[in-house]
């Protein structure tokens, strides 16, 4: 097989595939770091529709929904899991909750304009 060949996945290596990754990010206001994750497809397009479909007045709403789904724990579970948890997210500072809303974004590699329902 020459170099410019490219090998043929089969099913077996799509699946077996590490491919949801996990993002270190540091946040010195809370003087530590916090780890965001790639969604799997099936969560990823559940989230991309729910987000979406807030009406403009709800549409603040995303950015809570979108970190819920991304922060995990050391073992890769959610860490915010209950509303109770969701609603006490809601009293940390906005720039560094905006600034991880970002990094998320990005992550998805999904667009700016997702974060207010506007695309994916």
């Known amino acids: 097989m020459s170099e ?21 990010i540091e946040v010195p206001e809370w003087k530590g ?4 994750r790639v969604l799997p ?5 559940t989230l991309s529709a729910q987000m979406a479909a807030l009406d403009k007045e709800h549409q603040s709403e ?3 929904m979108l970190l819920g789904a991304c922060l995990v724990n050391g ?4 860490m ?10 809601r009293t940390r500072s906005q720039k ?4 991880l809303q970002r990094e ?14 506007k695309g994916v």
Do not use: P, Y
């Open 4 to 24: 410019d060949a490219k090998k043929q996945l089969s099913a077996e290596d799509i699946l077996a595939a590490e491919d949801l990754e996990i993002r270190e």
């Open 33 to 36: 770091s916090v780890r965001l």
């Open 41 to 45: 497809a099936d969560e990823g397009l």
């Open 62 to 64: 995303s950015l809570f």
């Open 75 to 78: 073992d890769g579970k959610r």
């Open 80 to 89: 915010f899991t209950t509303e109770e948890h969701l609603i006490k997210l």
């Open 96 to 99: 560094v909750l905006l600034r």
């Open 104 to 117: 998320a974004l990005k992550l998805q590699g999904w667009g700016e304009d997702a974060a207010t329902g």
